[in-house]
């Protein structure tokens, strides 16, 4: 609401031309705070807010403005303002920018950025997407052994503001070689003896990952070891980039959906919900409908294999949907529990035997606490009380059997090298009620 209130003041003093005010604006509170009550903006008044700004204060605002605008910007404004404004971003981010915007027009537009800066955007641009080299970032502090405490907090005082992060200071040789990393804090906490060399306060043992890495191992060890950073090395062991923690929670939020659009058994989607295009939105979500749709038939000829049972006990058609829904509900609980598991490392593909058993046991006391359910409305509805065993044998077995497969496709999944989420909520559903139906029926023509 306060966006929406403060925007016709912020139009005023665009329509005045008012760079006083806009100036103001954009200084008078934190950039985040300041992105937000431009979120009214078209792209072309929001730039118009970003020139009454200083380089310093321009760069951190845009950071925080919406994807979509930071690239329609970048296609619609004057290339040679811009070409200071790429210069002035984290190196990661506007190689990440520069990726998704138009290609001609970005060729265009590096043309016009400094040398050191173009060249540092062509290299990390080389790099496949998903991997740490795409993710790092050059901008990284970095200082010879040979220094002393005092040498090198001078040193980082005049070099700060050209580096992302600061907290983590890389030591390495003349051809870049890393050799270890002393914390600012360490610097700080050891003041009292500026005469130190870093070679005696540094951590030699690192923990690095190669430009190649996939940046899901990345995330994980960033995670493991609660890093602030992780240094990115080469073949060599040169030192190449770092990568950093907020990047790191953009890939978990990235996987994180990711996940959960498989889960539900929908393409991931490359943009967010409102501007994906009606039609691309169509066509990530038919495929997997129309193959669940596939499932869904093999369900129905089951069903009708067995028309004569159904014909000659109508009642227990009463209880089909009862029965299916269980073993799919079942299934899906522990398909999302291997799901999880396999994502945060507990278990392995090599575990399924220990997972077999759990899952065994457990479907068996699951399905015993919902057969007691079961048994009491079978004797209600079925004719007799003989006939009603049918119901809470049936499910006794359909959850047993659901948990099992719910729990063993995942690490096959994972074993074969595919994404376990592949084996997503739906695809468990359709796979339980053939099972649910095959064992209801066949479990009522032996009791019966």
């Known amino acids: 609401m306060m966006n929406t209130l403060y925007l016709p003041e912020l139009r005023e003093m665009l329509a005045l031309d ?8 954009c200084t008078a509170l934190h950039a985040g705070r300041t992105a937000e009550f431009m979120e009214g903006l078209t792209p072309q008044e929001a730039w118009k807010v970003l020139l009454a700004a200083d380089r310093p204060t321009r760069e951190e605002i845009f950071n925080y403005l919406a994807e979509e605008m930071q690239i329609e910007i970048l296609e619609q404004e ?9 210069a002035d971003l984290p190196a990661d981010d ?37 991997t740490a080299g795409a993710l790092m970032t050059t901008e990284v502090a970095c200082l010879s052994e040979t220094l002393t405490v005092r040498a090198a907090l001078e040193e980082i005082g005049r070099e700060a503001q050209e580096f992302e992060t600061i907290y983590y200071i890389y030591i390495v040789d003349d051809e870049m070689h890393l050799h270890g990393l002393v914390s600012a804090r360490h610097l700080v906490t050891n003041l009292g ?28 060890k960033v995670a493991d070891y609660n890093f602030l950073a992780i240094p990115v090395v080469d073949s060599e062991q040169r030192l190449v980039g770092i990568i950093t923690h907020d990047d790191v929670i953009d890939v978990l939020q990235e996987e994180a959906t990711r996940d959960a659009h498989l889960a539900g058994a929908v393409e991931p989607l490359k943009e967010s ?24 038939l093999v369900t129905a000829f089951a069903m009708r294999s067995y028309n004569e049972n159904v014909q000659q006990y109508v009642w227990i058609a009463w ?42 046991v457990i479907g068996f006391l699951l399905g015993g606490c919902l057969a007691v359910i079961g048994y009491g409305v079978g004797c209600l509805m079925a004719p007799t009380i003989s006939d009603a065993l049918v119901l809470p044998l049936t ?54």
């Not at 008012?18 to 604006?25: P, T």
């Not at 950025?113 to 540092?120: A, M």
């Not at 291997?338 to 077999?356: F, N, S």
């Open 18 to 25: 008012d760079k006083a005010g806009l100036q103001e604006f």
């Open 78 to 86: 004057d290339p040679v303002e811009l070409s200071h404004l790429i």
């Open 94 to 130: 506007r190689v990440d920018l520069i990726k998704k915007a138009d290609p001609a027009v970005m060729e265009e537009l590096l043309k016009l950025v400094p040398t050191k800066e173009r060249r540092d955007i062509l290299r990390l641009r080389a790099y496949p997407e998903g």
């Open 193 to 220: 003896k500026p005469n130190m060399l870093l070679s005696d306060l540094m951590v030699r043992d690192l923990v690095t990952v190669v430009a190649t890495d996939d940046q899901e191992t990345v995330a994980e």
């Open 273 to 296: 919900y409102l501007a994906t295009p009606w039609l691309q939105l169509t066509r990530h979500r038919v495929g997997w409908l129309a193959l669940l749709f596939g499932g869904a």
């Open 319 to 360: 209880f089909l949907p009862l029965v299916i829904s269980t073993g799919g509900n079942s299934g899906s609980q522990s398909a999302t529990l291997m799901i999880r598991a396999l994502t945060t490392k507990e278990i392995t593909p090599g575990d399924w035997r220990r997972v077999v058993f759990r899952e065994l």
């Open 395 to 448: 499910i006794v077995l359909v959850v047993t059997c659901s948990t099992i497969v719910g729990s063993l496709l995942p690490l096959l999944f994972e074993h074969l090298g595919f994404d376990p989420a592949l084996m997503s909520t739906p695809f468990i559903a359709g796979i339980s009620d053939i099972v649910g139906i095959v064992l209801y029926m066949n479990v009522a023509r032996w009791l019966l």
